[in-house]
């Protein structure tokens, strides 16, 4: 049984579709991710999850059950928000304990319980203190200990480390998953950051104006996407995808050379390589100028403008420009995906080379 199951979810604010006939599941403790843009509907499918806004249609259901028309606390789900929502008046231990005294659980369980998740999230010693008092990372650890005080198993968190730079970012998402494998919680967690995604999620769910792009793990997002819009959203930088051209003997760049990139039509086609699996070669492959390198410590992204495209090539170590600005381009031909232009999708392998554009169907 999924712990939580969305079938057929849509919300609308007046004539916006903020959500767009969504079915999803999560399995029990679990990472789920729900990745994609600004605007594209994260918050608003939480928020129906947690019971703060109402669907306009469709069913949710926790652990088996229907809770579409249960009001928030009786769904037993704790939320983590990017804004921390602390109360300001109040110390770190009554604010981690507010929910235990509002369900009027009995003190001594109180003190034990706090105990217990204070150590777990590392603010021992900073009890005592107001929220105005702490750090970024430290407010976001009293929201963390809020929700996992509550013992409800399953847990929301909306962009919650939105707020911290980058170094912290970075620690908290490795402690959060960590948390999240310890106690076996079951997460939903919001991002509009793909590498917060792909280093925490078990699966990742994109989404795109309301609705569903693709689902699947990490590694399935970033080998396999199914469309222009998943190639484009996962990995930094992203994937190239390069427009091509009918040439006299196959698919060529557009604006580029007769250079051949597979033997098949090219017109109204996009050719998609990670920078990452391109290497740089003498004398055969895509011949190119290189006109930037941008050195990033344990690698190099280079820029070879093809027509009006740029190519952007990962290289190892230090590249400097001006030793050897023309080189060639080469792709292992299985690090290649097709996509066509008009419907965005992926075009099967077996069909790259026939006359066939886009899936029959
Ligand atoms: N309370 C609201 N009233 C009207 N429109 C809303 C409301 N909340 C969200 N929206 C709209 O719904 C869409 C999805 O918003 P949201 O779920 O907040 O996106 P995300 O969290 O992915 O950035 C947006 O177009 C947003 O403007
Ligand atoms: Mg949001």
Redesign the pocket.
């Known amino acids: 049984m999924s712990a939580i199951e969305l079938k057929n979810i849509t919300k609308k604010?007046?004539d916006?579709t903020?959500v767009d006939n969504i079915s999803l599941s999560v399995d029990e403790g679990s990472f789920v991710v729900l990745l994609?843009p600004?605007?594209?509907?994260?918050?608003?499918?939480l928020r129906m999850i947690a019971g703060l806004d109402t669907a306009s249609s469709g069913t949710i259901s926790i652990a088996g059950k229907d809770v579409t028309s249960l009001p928030p606390a009786a769904r037993k789900i704790s939320m983590v928000f990017q804004s921390y929502a602390l109360f300001p008046h109040l110390s770190v231990a009554e604010n981690i304990i507010f929910g235990l005294k509002v369900r009027k659980v009995p003190a001594p369980i109180r003190q034990k319980r706090l105990e217990k998740v204070v150590d777990i999230v590392g603010l021992a010693g900073l009890t005592d203190r107001k929220p105005s008092q702490l750090s970024g990372g430290q407010r976001q650890r009293v929201a963390l200990a809020r929700a996992i005080i509550a013992e409800n198993g399953i847990c929301l968190m909306d962009e919650p480390l939105s707020n911290l730079d980058a170094k912290l970012r970075h620690d908290m998402r490795v402690e959060i998953r960590a948390l999240q494998q310890r106690l076996g919680m079951t997460v939903i967690y919001?991002t509009?950051d793909q590498a917060e995604a792909m280093s925490m999620a078990d699966k990742v769910i994109l989404?795109r104006d309301?609705h569903i792009e693709q689902v699947g793990t990490p590694e399935g997002l970033y080998g396999k996407p199914e469309t222009l819009f998943t190639a484009s959203f996962i990995g930094t930088p992203p994937m190239n995808l390069v427009e091509l051209a009918n040439g006299p003997e196959g698919a060529v760049v557009l604006g580029g050379s007769d250079h051949v990139v597979f033997k098949g039509p090219g017109e109204g086609r996009v050719l998609g390589v990670r920078p990452e699996d391109i290497s740089l070669s003498d004398d055969s492959g895509l011949l190119v100028e290189l006109t930037a390198a941008d050195y990033l410590g344990a690698d190099t992204i280079l820029n070879a403008p093809v027509g009006n495209q740029i190519i952007q090539i990962r290289v190892p170590g230090r590249y400097r420009l001006g030793e050897k600005n023309r080189v060639h381009l080469t792709w292992p031909q299985e690090a290649v995906h097709i996509f066509e232009k008009a419907s965005g999708k992926k075009i099967e392998n077996s069909n790259i080379t026939t006359g066939k554009v886009g899936n029959a169907a």
């Open positions: 604010w007046g916006v903020a994609g600004s605007g594209c509907g994260k918050s608003t499918t919001v509009h989404l309301g």
